[in-house]
C-alpha cells in the first residue's frame, strides 16, 4: 500500500506481491522495476490500482510472464493501470510479456485495464483479457503509446479506445476476439 518514492524491484522470489485495497502510487521520481515472472494480485475493490506518475518496468520473459490479476479473479475485481503525470513529465509505462486481467474497475466510459493520461506507453507481447471495460484507454492529454503483438480478450468495452489523439499511434499485430467492440475505436477526432 502507499506510495514508492524510491527505484524499487519486484523479484520473483517475494511473489506474488498483494496490493491492498488503498491501491499503490509510483511518485514521479521513482521507477518501479518488475522481473519476470513475478505476479502482482490486487485485493478485491474497484478502486484498487496501481497508478504510475513515476516509472513502471515491467519486463518478463516468453516463459516467465508478469501477471497483474485480482485476488478474485472476476471482471473489474481491480482497478487497473493508471498511468499520468504532466505534460512535461509524463509517466512512463513499458509492458513486456506481460498478462493484464480482471482489472478495469466498474465498467465507465474511460474505465480500462490500462488507462494512459501525459504518459509515454509501451505494450509489446502482451496479453489483456477478462476486463470489466476497454482494454486500453488512451485519453486526450497528449499520450504517446506504442502497442505491438498483442491479445484483447473478452474485455466488455473496447479492445483500445483513443480519444482525440493527437500523435501518431503506433501500433503492429494486434488481435482481439470476445471484447465488447473487437476494434481500435477512435472517439472525438476533430481531424
Not at 513515476?54 to 518478463?60: E, F, K, R, V
Not at 478474485?72 to 493484464?100: D, I, K, M, Q, R
Request: aromatic share 6%.
Amino acid at each position: 500500500c502507499g506510495t514508492i518514492t524510491a527505484n524499487t524491484t519486484w523479484s520473483p522470489i517475494n511473489s506474488p506481491y498483494v496490493v491492498c485495497i488503498g491501491g499503490v502510487t509510483i511518485a514521479p521520481a521513482a521507477t518501479l522495476k518488475i522481473e519476470p515472472g513475478v505476479t502482482v494480485q490486487f485485493e478485491n475493490a474497484t478502486a484498487n490500482k496501481l497508478t504510475v506518475s513515476g516509472a513502471l518496468i515491467a519486463s518478463g520473459a516468453p516463459t516467465q510472464p508478469i501477471t497483474f490479476t485480482g485476488v478474485v479473479a472476476a471482471p473489474g475485481s481491480w482497478g487497473g493501470l493508471a498511468a499520468h503525470n504532466t505534460a512535461l513529465a509524463p509517466a512512463h509505462v513499458n509492458l513486456s510479456y506481460v498478462t493484464l486481467e480482471y482489472g478495469g474497475g466498474v465498467n465507465s466510459s474511460f474505465g480500462a485495464q490500462l488507462y494512459a493520461d501525459q504518459a509515454v506507453v509501451t505494450i509489446t507481447h502482451s496479453l489483456i483479457r477478462n476486463g470489466a471495460s476497454h482494454g486500453v484507454y488512451v485519453a486526450f492529454n497528449n499520450p504517446q503509446v506504442t502497442v505491438h503483438d498483442t491479445r484483447f480478450i473478452s474485455n466488455t468495452g473496447n479492445a483500445i479506445q483513443l480519444n482525440q489523439p493527437k500523435h501518431d499511434i503506433a501500433m503492429s499485430d494486434l488481435s482481439a476476439s470476445g471484447n465488447g467492440v473487437n476494434a481500435v475505436y477512435i472517439a472525438g477526432s476533430t481531424t
